[in-house]
C-alpha cells in the first residue's frame, strides 16, 4: 500500500504558476507510474500526466508545454510544475500512484488539492 498526499493548490491568476506535491509514505523508486489527474465541476477525471519508473513522460495536449511532470525517489515526492495557467485548468488535481504496468495493477489516490485560476 501507499498513502499520497497533495499540497501546493491555491488560487492563481491567469498566466500565473503554481507547483503541486505528492508525497508518498513510502519510497516511489520501485513504483511503476505516477501520475497527476485532475476533475473540474461536473466533468469526468481526466489525465493530465504520468511518469513512468524509467523517467518517460506523459501529457495530456491542453498541457503540453504548460506543465512538467518530475520525481524525485530520494524524497518520495512527485511534483507537477504547471505554467502559463489558464481559467480551464481550474479543478481538484489528484495524485496516482499505479504499482504495475498493467492495467489490472492496484493504484492509490491521494485527497487531491484544488486549483483555481481566476482574475
Known amino acids: 500500500q501507499v498513502q499520497l498526499v497533495e499540497s501546493g493548490g491555491g488560487l492563481v491568476q491567469p498566466g500565473g504558476s503554481l507547483r503541486l506535491s505528492c508525497a508518498a509514505s513510502r519510497s516511489i523508486f520501485s513504483i511503476h507510474a505516477m501520475g497527476w489527474y485532475r476533475q473540474a465541476p461536473g466533468k469526468q477525471r481526466e489525465l493530465v500526466a504520468t511518469?513512468?519508473?524509467?523517467?518517460?513522460?506523459n501529457y495530456t495536449n491542453s498541457v503540453k508545454g504548460r506543465f512538467t511532470i518530475s520525481r524525485d525517489n530520494a524524497k518520495n515526492t512527485v511534483y507537477l510544475q504547471m505554467n502559463n495557467l489558464k481559467p480551464e485548468d481550474t479543478a481538484v488535481y489528484y495524485c496516482?500512484?499505479?504499482?504495475?504496468?498493467?492495467?489490472?495493477?492496484?493504484?492509490?489516490w491521494g485527497q487531491g488539492t484544488q486549483v483555481t485560476v481566476s482574475s
Open positions: 511518469i513512468i519508473s524509467g523517467g518517460v513522460r
Open positions: 496516482n500512484a499505479r504499482l504495475g504496468p498493467r492495467p489490472t495493477a492496484p493504484d492509490y
